[in-house]
């Protein structure tokens, strides 16, 4: 007999995208995202970060100053990311999961690359300008979105 207390496919992608943000060495703000199609099977990963190549220590991280000196101008979000990861093949159809609703710029990717479904942790953002834009580019369309709904359900990772 097969057990059942198994966690689902949404519980498994969702922990897969905020295991993800664990990589992110913003100190503010970490956002993981998980691909995958139609067959449950992942096609990228990604979060937020800087560009290959652009030095972590280097960079600016702070969140107030000129656009220059803020980390704004150069962090990569982790929808993009995940995009730009994929190793092969196409994200026709495919279900993003993140663990932050995605800003206007991640979300015309979103639309670009075929994504048809969205299935995010937070929408701490909601209201906000950019948030809307996105919105209404996925209404306008026919991406789905959806707010993850917890379980409750606690794991526990040992590394």
Known sequence: MKRNDYISWDEYFMGIAILSAQRSKDENT?????????????LSLGYNGMPIGCDDDLMPWKRQGAPLDTKYMYVCHAELNAILNRSSGTLQGAKLYVTLFP????????????????????DKYDGEDNNVASKRMFDM??????QYEPTGRKLTIEL
Do not use: D, F, T
């Open 103 to 122: 800003c206007n710029e991640c979300a015309k990717a979103i639309i670009q690359s075929g994504i048809r479904e969205v299935v995010y942790a937070s």
């Open 141 to 146: 369309v026919g991406i789905k979105y959806r």
């Open 30 to 42: 970490q956002v993981g995202c998980c691909i995958v199609n139609g067959e449950n099977k992942i």
